[in-house]
């Protein structure tokens, strides 16, 4: 079973920049897909952006062209920086296998002030 500690959100004004960092633990980490989530207030959880085992990446339109999701296997850890914030990227954000798989963990709450 794999575990999730997000870290790395905060407060931060519109177009500037964050990154989050994921810790996993549990074996099977590196050779799984990895994706970062986001929910934000009232809203469903949706997928971010998602990392291969071998590097490719897929992002939501949303997002594309502003957040980069990379991962470093030696250190089972999933990053995702994230560039030019908007109001509405505050979100709880998560990040988890893909297809996700429950634990979820707690998020790293992320707000941009307009």
């Known amino acids: 079973q794999v575990q999730f500690v997000e870290s790395g959100g905060g407060l931060v004004q519109a177009g500037g920049s964050l990154r989050l960092s994921c810790a996993a633990s549990?074996?099977?980490?590196?050779?799984?897909?990895v994706a970062w989530y986001r929910q934000a207030p009232g809203k469903q959880r949706d997928l971010v952006a998602r990392?291969?085992?071998?590097?490719?990446?897929n992002y939501a339109d949303s997002v594309r062209d502003r957040f980069i999701i990379s991962r470093d296997n030696a250190k089972n850890t999933v990053y995702l920086q994230m560039n030019s914030l908007k109001a509405e990227d505050t979100a709880v954000y998560y990040c988890?296998?893909?297809?996700?798989?429950?634990?979820w963990g707690q998020g790293t709450q992320v707000t941009v002030s307009s």
């Open positions: 988890n296998q893909f297809p996700a798989v429950r634990p």
């Open positions: 549990g074996s099977t980490f590196s050779f799984n897909a």
């Open positions: 990392i291969s085992r071998d590097g490719i990446t």
